[in-house]
C-alpha cells in the first residue's frame, strides 16, 4: 500500500503552497499598480546655430526618442492628458517647441513600451530676454564653438487613486550628445512612432 499518514500531510502542504503562490502571483498581477515611466532614450544635438539679421534666431537640428514603460503585468495605462515633449531654453519660460505625441485616452499596454520618435533639422526658433543672453554667454565661453547640450526629463500628470506618487518632484538630467553641423543622419532609427517637430 503506497502512501500512509505522512504523505497525505506532505501533500496538504505542498496543495497549501501552491494555492499561497497563485494567491501571491494574482496579487502582484491585479492588486499592486506600479507607476508608469518616461525616459529620454536618445536626444541629439545635431545644429546649433545664431541665425537671423542681427543674431537672435536660434537655428538647430534635434533628434530624441520618448520612451513610455508599463511595468503592470496584468494593467494597461491610460493617458489622461495628452502627451507632448517641449523644448525649452534658459530657464524654462520660453518656450522654443513643442510637438504632439500622444492623445488623452491612447492606452499602453501591460509589460509594453511605446516609443516616440521626433526629428528635425533646420528648425528656427527667435530668441528674446534670458535665452538669448544664455546661449551668447555660453557660446562666448566656448570661443564661438557651440555649447553643451543637454535634455531634461520633466513628468507632469495625474495618480489615480490608490496608486503611489513618484519620489521625485523635478526632472533629472538625460546626457545627450553634441554632433558636428551637417547632414548627418542616425544610422538605426528608433522603433514606434515618428513624427516630424511642426
Given amino acids: 500500500m503506497a502512501g500512509g499518514p505522512g504523505s497525505c500531510v506532505m501533500c496538504a502542504s505542498c496543495c497549501t503552497l501552491l494555492l499561497l503562490l497563485v494567491a501571491a502571483l494574482l496579487i502582484l498581477s491585479y492588486g499592486v499598480v506600479f507607476n508608469v515611466g518616461v525616459t529620454v532614450e536618445d536626444a541629439s544635438l545635431t545644429r546649433l546655430d545664431l541665425a537671423g539679421a542681427n543674431g537672435t534666431d536660434l537655428a538647430y537640428g534635434i533628434s530624441l526618442t520618448v520612451a513610455v514603460h508599463n511595468p503592470n503585468m ?10 507632448a515633449a517641449e523644448l525649452r531654453l534658459a530657464t524654462r519660460e520660453e518656450l522654443l517647441h513643442a510637438v504632439h505625441l500622444a492623445d488623452a485616452g491612447q492606452r499602453v499596454e501591460a509589460a509594453e513600451t511605446d516609443r516616440f520618435g521626433v526629428t528635425d533639422e533646420g528648425v528656427a526658433a527667435h530668441l528674446g530676454g534670458a535665452a538669448l543672453t544664455e546661449l551668447v554667454k ?8 557651440g555649447v553643451v547640450a543637454g535634455a531634461e526629463d520633466h513628468r507632469r500628470g495625474e495618480v489615480p487613486a490608490g496608486a503611489r506618487r513618484p519620489d521625485e518632484e523635478g526632472g533629472r538630467d538625460v546626457p545627450a550628445e553634441a554632433v558636428p553641423t551637417g547632414d548627418e543622419h542616425h544610422a538605426g532609427q528608433p522603433q514606434g512612432h515618428q513624427m516630424p517637430l511642426d
Avoid at 138 to 145: K, P, S, T, V
Fill in 138 to 145: 555660453e557660446m562666448g565661453a566656448r570661443g564661438g564653438g
Fill in 74 to 83: 496584468a494593467v494597461r495605462a491610460e493617458y489622461t492628458r495628452p502627451l
